[in-house]
């Protein structure tokens, strides 16, 4: 009887061996989401996040949790924590709450990374690594009609081509059917010579963030050098507010000069010399240059002229004996 109770017993003990994947398991924990999302402005004022024990719940487990910044920010959208759940043996199911800081600024979703880490009494973490993460979204509930501006601090636009497209953009928003007023000054550039004034309203509709206008350039024979206009947004509606919170936007419009100074035809003075006249204008600064002719590309500096405050007719004198040179003038601001 005893040999035959104890082969029970051996035989016994080899199945328990054999079979002991069905020993109770402390378990796997995991975020009971693949990702959590909460409105800025929730009710209750906390996100809950809830953590799961699969493949078994023997025995007593806890796991580390905290959160870190992606694109939210602890303490502005968020109150970062940090802190352990503790599962009961038999207990499958814990949560821990993070509360939402609700602000008026529009910044779009922002995202919260949640973290598991530190898992004890047996437990490991999903993935078999030693940390799980998660994002949380954080949903804003801030809309606006946007801010109005130009799309550039500043443009360009050769005299030759003729117009200039400037654009209203709206950004930070965009919210309802907003508008300014836009309209032209001169800088240094004058209207009905330079280009023509515009004014008007521009108006963007619910979700439209630009709008363009044209500036029309005109085209003259005057050596004037670049010219500049004066571009302003104001008296916005719906809402909509300008950069900073001033009463305007504005830009400045560059209009480049496509008139080419030159010289006047040559006079002789004298039997040794010849004379050239230059037509100086304010502000501008005058280059005369001359090359050979059996050396066309290597251009000479054979004086400057710096235009005073009114226009000057400026003399250059050559040689006669200077067969075969050719001159040119170059101008700038």
Same mark, same amino acid.
């Given at each position: 009887?005893?040999?035959?109770?104890?082969?029970?017993?051996?035989?016994?003990?080899?199945?328990?061996?054999?079979?002991?994947?069905?020993?109770?398991?402390?378990?796997?924990?995991?975020?009971?989401?693949?990702?959590?999302?909460?409105?800025?402005?929730?009710?209750?004022?906390?996100?809950?996040?809830?953590?799961?024990?699969?493949?078994?719940?023997?025995?007593?487990?806890?796991?580390?949790?905290?959160?870190?910044?992606?694109?939210?920010?602890?303490?502005?959208?968020?109150?970062?924590?940090?802190?352990?759940?503790?599962?009961?043996?038999?207990?499958?199911?814990?949560?821990?709450?993070?509360?939402?800081?609700? &602000?008026?600024?529009? +910044?779009?979703? $922002?995202? !919260?990374?949640?973290?598991? /880490?530190? @898992? #004890? %009494? =047996? *437990?490991?973490?999903?993935?078999?690594?030693?940390?799980?993460?998660?994002?949380?979204?954080?949903?804003?509930?801030?809309?606006?009609?946007?801010?109005?501006?130009?799309?550039?601090?500043?443009?360009?636009?050769?005299?030759?081509?003729?117009?200039?497209?400037?654009?209203?953009?709206?950004?930070?928003?965009?919210?309802?059917?907003?508008?300014?007023?836009?309209?032209?000054?001169?800088?240094?550039?004058?209207?009905?010579?330079?280009?023509?004034?515009?004014?008007?309203?521009?108006?963007?509709?619910?979700?439209?963030?630009?709008?363009?206008?044209?500036?029309?350039?005109?085209? &003259?024979?005057?050596? +004037?050098?670049? $010219?500049? !206009?004066?571009?302003?947004? /104001?008296? @916005? #509606? %719906? =809402? *909509?507010?300008?950069?900073?919170?001033?009463?305007?936007?504005?830009?400045?419009?560059?209009?480049?000069?496509?008139?080419?100074?030159?010289?006047?035809?040559?006079?002789?003075?004298?039997?040794?010399?010849?004379?050239?006249?230059?037509?100086?204008?304010?502000?501008?600064?005058?280059?005369?240059?001359?090359?050979?002719?059996?050396?066309?590309?290597?251009?000479?500096?054979?004086?400057?002229?710096?235009?005073?405050?009114?226009?000057?007719?400026?003399?250059?004198?050559?040689?006669?004996?200077?067969?075969?040179?050719?001159?040119?003038?170059?101008?700038?601001?």
């Amino acid at each position: 009887m005893k040999v035959k109770f104890g082969a029970s017993i051996g035989i016994l003990s080899f199945a328990v061996n054999l079979f002991g994947a069905d020993e109770p398991q402390p378990g796997v924990l995991a975020f009971g989401a693949a990702t959590y999302a909460v409105a800025e402005n929730s009710a209750s004022g906390f996100a809950v996040i809830d953590v799961v024990r699969a493949g078994g719940s023997a025995g007593l487990v806890s796991v580390q949790f905290y959160t870190a910044n992606r694109t939210a920010v602890a303490g502005q959208d968020y109150s970062g924590v940090i802190g352990t759940l503790v599962f009961a043996a038999g207990q499958t199911n814990k949560t821990f709450t993070i509360p939402i800081l609700d &602000d008026a600024l529009i +910044e779009g979703n $922002e995202i !919260v990374t949640l973290i598991l /880490t530190n @898992a #004890t %009494g =047996g *437990a490991t973490l999903a993935g078999g690594t030693n940390s799980a993460t998660v994002d949380m979204v954080i949903v804003d509930n801030d809309f606006s009609p946007g801010t109005l501006s130009f799309s550039a601090a500043s443009y360009r636009q050769n005299e030759r081509d003729h117009l200039a497209m400037i654009t209203m953009r709206r950004t930070n928003g965009t919210t309802g059917i907003v508008s300014a007023r836009y309209y032209t000054s001169n800088g240094t550039a004058t209207a009905g010579q330079d280009y023509l004034s515009i004014n008007g309203v521009l108006t963007l509709g619910d979700g439209q963030t630009e709008r363009t206008v044209a500036v029309a350039i005109l085209e &003259d024979t005057f050596i +004037e050098g670049d $010219e500049t !206009v004066l571009l302003v947004l /104001t008296n @916005a #509606t %719906g =809402g *909509a507010t300008f950069p900073n919170g001033a009463a305007s936007a504005t830009a400045t419009l560059t209009i480049g000069d496509s008139d080419a100074p030159s010289l006047s035809p040559p006079v002789r003075r004298g039997t040794n010399t010849i004379e050239f006249s230059l037509e100086v204008l304010p502000s501008l600064r005058y280059t005369v240059q001359y090359c050979e002719s059996l050396s066309p590309n290597t251009w000479l500096t054979l004086t400057n002229f710096q235009g005073a405050a009114v226009p000057f007719t400026a003399i250059i004198t050559e040689p006669c004996g200077n067969i075969g040179r050719f001159y040119r003038v170059l101008c700038e601001p």
